[in-house]
């Protein structure tokens, strides 16, 4: 006897649960009925029906109206009611039921095993049909799901891609696109068969072959009654395909089948097509069975959506609303998104800390789990070469505990010590460049500081049995061999969640699905394709699949839910807060055929994408409208710092009418809902219900407290001594002075292809003050025209030694750098060109100079002693009796230009103190990338005075405590060294 089949159209989503209750009931006939099996989205949406179904039936004691069993030909049990629990499935988990029901001796083939034979039929198919793209693991992925969908839709991938073939063999003589695709297709086609072959050789079965064989099988497979809450594959990814559907409607043991759906999904089309195949449906209308009472909060008439600076601030603006409602039962109250990350990451903090309890059954990705994470970083190792910021970041890790050679644990500052010492020593990659640095580490040679040496051999010899288990990895092998190095070498380093840890459980959960992805891994590639491929193909593989598993959190009980779109329709809210309307996200964007162009995959039935659209449109005005009371919607204007577009989807606000809208009172979007905000707050509120002792005494000594001074203001400190060059970057940025001489914050090393900037400017110093010290040691000081050819002769075999003390894939940028080329003078000419034009009266010269003692500077109101500690590059004494101050800059020309003045006066002292006396000649800087390298910044004796005025009033700034960000030139902020504790972009907005 063929099922009864009804298509049932409920008015709007109040409606839709309500039917989906009552069939849920047992009837009155047959108490010793079984349980349906209803098939919704995922699992989310499974565990919130089963709350809706314990809460309206079992709690609330909801009983269906007689007109909705009349309506629905279901009568249950006058009074009381049987509650036959379903079985709640999405469409993968009904196949499993009804593999197990069968009792078929075949297990189920895993999609990660399907994947790997493709792999291997793919390499075999390339041998006779080369495929017009290089192999790679997204393309195989790609390939089984185009194999699948073909099949979903009735098709067969072997007759269809036959029939492309044809079609585009007449047109490949004329047409490359075409001559393409002919390529595309005949690979294909070797390769779809093979794989074929090679499925129907395993001891398993897919779900193209486990439909094939439930059709012939007369045992009991399937329960009599089965519902539908999803639709079909165009309008919902994860509905029902046109294969499920002839199976459903071939099924003998089915007596009933209900697919139900609310009026909007109807009016897109829904129930048209599922008629073409089941032309016999009875279709069934259910009306609205609950006033529409839903209001549309809006913070302006203007726009009906509210505007967060970002996807926290949406959190926090929700945990305020539900603070000033103060529902009787947080459980009628919901967060709702479309990507559960960061929403619940945030949520997790945020809704603690504003003392909001919360419940959800989703699951995130197992690949942002930081101890999945972690492995991700012992893959970057291989990948990248054993580089220096690779191996560091690994070890930064805290899921990874490599033990020093004493067996105590790395300290945080020893790893600091190895990667100066890297960095310092130009590490770029490779073991044998690791094991070279090691070895000149234990001879002493190496150019960083060497106080950090001990440390860094420490952690070297710690990290390099790692680092050997790791290069094993670095050439092609069989996959599973590369899955088993790769997870011995896991287990060696990975850390051990401890009992203590708030999160072991959590931890081990991760652990366990991690070693359980790369086990099933290893064992289908060693049963089903020994290739050897490239390690890299292979951690693209593990990756993925890493990323496609899902860890599920901690769900909790009761407080407010927060749940994915699609579970959301299964629950039952007074207030709901849609969340995250972006473009791009509401709705996500549709998964396209990479093979074919949608002209060709047509006539197969292929999803259409204005279908699926209008569809989610209907599904998401249908949400608008679930909850009793009141519904909230924002959209963030950043995300990840990038800013964003409002959904399309916002024009469905609009079947809210005029009526229908509450304004949001401005003073509640400000109210202080988290520990933070109260303590943060402009008048912070000691007696605020979540502070612990602690926090409430911090609040209560902010209050207390005197007024401070302002942004950028610490307490005032003399100083003992002063550098110029310091005093000059305080000048360039205050808070930039701030953190590298008072919080003194080390600059994060970076990895450059040439000398570092700073070492670069060092070695142009030192082949510079060695030329003049040869010249001077042949008796000469001043370079006059006919002296030019015998300088550039003694400065360039001076410079030739200097460059042999560089690493051989430094030296050719430095040499062109010194010596110059055929479109730019070097810089020993520059220095050569400006002697002989400006400093011919040079009758001694001095070379870094040291300056170290107190210098009576002049000030605004007089003069200022000032402890002075540097080194002048250089000082030359005139035939007059000038003296002046020369500075070398390897790049242009300094915007505040205090060193010549000051040392000016500090030269001028030592002279004093020595009996002797000296005037002020012309000081300034050689800037060696401006086209006239010589710079005078001190003509006379005023400039040199109201350059130490500048210099004393900076040192009287530091020393009463005033470091605001304040850079003079913003752009300078690119290139910031301490961008992660500058708040410029916050202070600006003050």
């Not at 070797?190 to 193209?208: L, Y």
């Not at 259409?608 to 209008?614: K, L, S």
Request: net charge negative; with cysteine.
């Amino acid at each position: 006897m063929p099922a009864v089949i009804r298509l049932i159209q409920a008015d709007d989503l109040d409606a839709w649960q309500r039917v989906v209750l009552t069939l849920c009931l047992a009837p009155g006939d047959r108490q010793d009925a079984d349980a349906p099996v209803v098939v919704v989205p995922n699992r989310a949406a499974a565990e919130q029906w089963r709350r809706t179904l314990e809460e309206r039936l079992l709690i609330e004691q909801w009983r269906p109206p007689r007109t909705l069993q009349t309506a629905l030909n279901h009568d249950v049990v006058p009074g009381g009611p049987a509650l036959l629990l379903p079985q709640l499935v999405t469409r993968d988990q009904l196949y499993d039921i009804w593999h197990r029901a069968a009792r078929l001796r075949a297990p189920r083939l895993l999609l990660l095993t399907r994947e790997v034979v493709m792999g291997a039929s793919a390499r075999e198919a390339a041998r006779s049909q080369p495929p017009p793209f290089a192999l790679r693991p997204g393309l195989l992925a790609e390939m089984v799901r185009f194999h699948d969908q073909v099949e979903r839709l009735g098709g067969d991938t072997a007759r269809w891609l036959d029939e492309a073939a044809a079609l585009l063999a007449d047109e490949a003589a004329s047409d490359r696109g075409a001559a393409r695709l002919l390529a595309q297709s005949r690979f294909l086609q070797a390769a779809c068969a093979a794989f074929r072959e090679r499925i129907g050789a395993i001891d398993g079965i897919d779900e193209a072959a486990l439909r094939a064989t439930l059709l012939g099988i007369d045992s009991c497979w399937c329960v009599p009654h089965l519902i539908v809450t999803v639709g079909d594959h165009h309008a919902d990814p994860a509905g029902l395909w046109p294969v499920d559907l002839d199976l459903l409607g071939a099924v003998p043991t089915l007596s009933r089948l209900d697919v139900v759906a609310t009026r909007r999904q109807v009016a897109e089309g829904l129930f048209t097509r599922l008629r073409r195949q089941w032309p016999d449906a009875v279709e069934v209308r259910i009306g609205r069975l609950r006033p529409s009472d839903t209001r549309l909060e809006t913070t302006s008439t203007e726009q009906r959506w509210m505007t967060c600076r970002d996807r926290e601030e949406e959190v926090l603006a929700y945990a305020r609303r539900i603070k000033v409602l103060r529902p009787v039962n947080l459980s009628a109250c919901a967060f709702v998104y479309r990507r559960p990350l960061p929403y619940l990451y945030a949520a997790r903090h945020l809704l603690t800390s504003a003392g909001l309890p919360y419940q959800s059954s989703e699951t995130v990705p197992l690949a942002a789990e930081p101890w999945a994470a972690a492995l991700d970083l012992l893959m970057d190792v291989v990948l990248a070469g054993f580089t220096r910021a690779a191996i560091v970041t690994l070890l930064r890790s805290p899921h990874i505990a490599v033990p020093m050679p004493d067996g105590t644990a790395m300290m945080a500052t020893d790893l600091a010590a190895f990667d100066r010492v890297l960095a310092r020593d130009r590490y770029f990659g490779s073991l044998e460049r690791f094991d070279e640095l090691t070895g000149a580490w234990r001879s002493g040679q190496t150019a960083a500081e060497r106080r950090d040496v001990p440390h860094a051999l420490l952690v070297a010899e710690a990290v390099r049995p790692l680092l050997a288990r790791l290069a094993s990895l670095h050439h092609p092998a069989p996959g599973d061999e590369q899955v088993g190095r790769l997870r011995d070498a896991w287990r060696s380093c990975a850390r051990a969640p401890h009992a203590a840890d708030e999160e072991v459980s959590r931890t081990r959960r991760t652990q366990a699905s991690v070693d359980e992805v790369l086990e099933r891994l290893q064992t289908a590639i060693a049963a089903h394709d020994r290739a050897v491929v490239p390690v890299r193909d292979t951690f693209t593989v593990i990756r993925r699949w890493i990323e496609d598993r899902t860890l599920a959190l901690d769900r909790g009980e009761h407080g407010v839910h927060l749940v994915d779109v699609e579970a959301a329709r299964y629950g039952t809210f007074d207030h709901v807060w849609l969340a995250g309307l972006l473009e791009g996200e509401w709705p996500e964007p549709t998964t396209r055929d990479i093979f074919y162009p949608s002209f060709m995959l047509e006539r197969l039935g292929w999803p259409d994408e204005r279908a699926r659209a209008a569809a989610l449109r209907a599904r998401f005005a249908d949400l608008l409208t679930l909850p009793a009371r009141t519904c909230g919607v924002s959209v963030p204007e950043l995300d990840q710092d990038a800013v964003v577009r409002p959904s399309a989807l916002l024009d469905e606000l609009q079947i809210f009418g005029s009526d229908q809208l509450l304004a949001l009172a401005i003073d509640d979007l400000a109210v202080p809902v988290t520990r933070e905000d109260a303590l943060l707050a402009a008048a912070p509120v000691p007696d605020a219900p979540l502070f612990d002792p602690v926090s409430r005494h911090w609040a209560t000594w902010r209050l207390d407290r005197p007024p401070r001074q302002g942004i950028g203001h610490t307490g005032p400190a003399v100083g003992e001594r002063y550098s110029v060059t310091a005093v000059e970057r305080y000048l360039q940025c205050p808070f930039q002075y701030f953190a590298s001489r008072v919080l003194a914050l080390r600059e994060d090393a970076e990895d450059e292809a040439g000398l570092p900037a700073r070492d670069a400017g060092l070695f142009v110093h030192d082949v510079l003050h060695a030329c003049f010290a040869r010249w001077h040691a042949l008796g000469q000081t001043a370079i006059g025209p006919d002296q030019h050819a015998r300088a550039r002769e003694v400065f360039a075999e001076v410079a030739e030694q200097s460059l042999r003390t560089l690493p051989p894939t430094d030296r050719p940028l430095e040499r062109v750098r010194l010596f110059g080329s055929s479109v730019a003078t070097g810089l020993i000419e520059k220095v050569l060109r400006t002697e002989i034009e400006s400093f011919g009266d040079v009758v001694r010269r001095a070379l870094e100079h040291d300056v170290d003692q107190v210098v009576h500077l002049p000030a605004a109101d007089g003069t200022r002693a000032v402890h002075l500690r540097g080194r002048v590059d250089r000082v030359d004494w005139t035939r007059d009796g000038g003296l002046r101050v020369i500075d070398y800059k390897t790049g242009r020309k300094p915007q505040h230009a205090l060193q010549p003045g000051v040392y000016v006066h500090a030269v001028i002292a030592q002279e004093r103190d020595r009996g002797r006396t000296a005037t002020v000649a012309p000081s300034g800087f050689i800037a060696l990338r401006e086209d006239v390298p010589w710079i005078q910044a001190v003509t006379s004796p005023e400039d040199a005075d109201a350059q130490a005025r500048s210099f004393v009033e900076a040192v009287d700034q530091i020393e009463a405590g005033a470091f605001p960000v304040r850079p003079a030139n913003p752009f300078r902020c690119q290139f910031c060294e301490y961008p992660g504790v500058c708040r410029k972009d916050y202070v600006g907005d003050e």
